[in-house]
């Protein structure tokens, strides 16, 4: 690898991050979150096997972000995230 060029390595994401993700996100977000690379995640969503709910919106496909929170044993409390920044 060359210096400056990015690992094409699977980046984790943190709680803060997570907290702050809208209320549906790409499976590409979803597969970040869980630790799974794009060829798997993708597999899976097709074949009715992602580890939490996916919507099939024409082409594409929604990962419910509760769903994602529970799946990581995450649990968003009074004052955290988004809406709470607004306020």
Known sequence: MRTGEMSATVQGMGRAELLALPA???LDTANRAIGLGRSKGYELARLGAYPCRVLRL??????????????LGIEATVGEGPAADAA
């Open 58 to 71: 024409g082409k594409k496909y929604r990962v419910i972000t509760a769903d994602l929170l529970r799946l």
């Open 24 to 26: 549906a996100i790409d």
